[in-house]
């Protein structure tokens, strides 16, 4: 006979098994049934126990929704709803390949209440090893993923559980006991002062000496100087404006966005040299918007046709390949080793956080390191 307790403690039996059974109501579904779930243990003191733990956790979860929700239907409804009208384009194709080739396969039909850190963690060594998605039968690329990218993906993952706990769907985010791997730290690639001639000159030849020219002397981004339009260079004070960029959408074009924070919106100085090269390359299409047209279609270059370019430029000179991202590091690198301070250049490059740049580019000027060991000396020596 089940021993009573009192109202909301749930009651608890021995049964025929022998083993000791703990049953409560956790809660009451839309129609207000109850909803009924219980405990098993070997002694009653045992589920006496598990009785208490399972009812203070009833009492904190939204127990009707939690247990209708597998970890795939949470994740569509996450992104659908809260995160998707809120990220830019190629941020939302990138949480949905998170989710559909990753998140799905492995966790999908695991009850969102019941996920587990180990769950979490399983997935994130399993991709790291072997979840690189194949295009095709014939490819044989490495099936590995950099550390970045499940970085990505468990940022992703911990926003969408989080909204779970906010929602009271599960008391706790699981995923903040995950160990990450540590990202690779990549040796940042310049161009080197004595390849810059030849470089502009191949740039040159191919006509689009303007577009690289001007790139070396902002550090632009890709995406914004793809999307500078002729009504953003002010000639008299010799700046451009940059308050768009043009991002890849899902199927494969091209669209222009806002950028990515408030501080990529900027007002850039550029030198006499670089307005002469854009006014004689805007005297080329008149008519044109853009700043830099792409010679095929007459509209906004494609930021990897952008790519293609400089990769082209490289290979003519017979250069080690640098990624086009890799010439914003030169002109940093460049104008922290002429003297210009750290918040300007960090300013410069639309960048959020000036410790940020100070992190990136310390490391590559060794000779502004030797003159703050000097200054530091000076001072001091005067006190020996």
Request: proline share 5%; hydrophobic share 35%.
């Amino acid at each position: 006979m089940a021993k009573k307790r009192a109202n909301g403690e749930g009651s608890i039996r021995k049964r025929p098994d022998g083993r000791w059974e703990g049953r409560y109501v956790a809660g009451h579904d839309e129609n207000g049934k109850p909803i009924r779930k219980n405990v098993l243990g070997k002694s009653q003191s045992e589920v006496k126990e598990k009785l208490r733990k399972a009812i203070e956790i009833s009492q904190q979860l939204d127990v009707s929704r939690s247990d209708s929700y597998t970890v795939e239907a949470w994740c569509k409804t996450w992104f659908e709803l809260y995160s998707k009208p809120n990220i830019r384009p190629s941020t939302q194709e990138r949480y949905w390949n998170h989710i559909r080739f990753h998140v799905v396969p492995w966790l999908g039909k695991i009850k969102l209440a019941k996920l587990t850190s180990r769950d979490i963690q399983k997935m994130y060594n399993e991709v790291k090893d072997h979840g690189r998605v194949k295009k095709g039968p014939n490819d044989h690329h490495d099936p590995s993923l950099t550390a970045s990218y499940i970085q990505s993906l468990h940022r992703m993952f911990h926003m969408c559980l989080d909204r779970a706990v906010k929602e009271n769907l599960i008391l706790r985010n699981p995923s903040d006991d995950c160990i990450l791997p540590k990202r690779e730290k990549k040796e940042m690639k310049t161009l080197r002062p004595e390849d810059m001639k030849a470089f502009l000159q191949e740039a040159d030849r191919r006509g689009v000496l303007p577009m690289f020219y001007l790139e070396l002397c902002s550090g632009l981004r890709r995406g914004e100087l793809c999307a500078l339009q002729w009504k953003d260079l002010d000639v008299k004070s010799r700046t451009i404006s940059v308050s768009k960029q043009a991002v890849r959408v899902k199927g494969g074009g091209v669209d222009i966005a806002t950028p990515k924070t408030a501080t990529s919106i900027r007002i850039e100085y550029i030198p006499q040299e670089a307005v002469d090269m854009l006014i004689a390359e805007h005297e080329k299409h008149p008519d044109n918007i853009w700043l830099f047209p792409s010679p095929v279609t007459g509209e906004m270059y494609y930021p990897d046709a952008l790519s293609a370019l400089n990769t082209k430029i490289l290979k003519a000179l017979g250069m080690e390949h640098m990624r086009f991202h890799d010439l914003r590091h030169t002109f940093a690198t460049m104008a922290l080793q002429s003297g210009v301070d750290i918040r300007t250049v960090s300013g410069m490059l639309g960048h959020a956080d000036p410790g940020f740049t100070l992190r990136t580019y310390t490391h590559t000027n060794p000779k502004m390191l030797e003159e703050a060991a000097a200054t530091v000396g000076q001072v001091m020596a005067q006190n020996i």
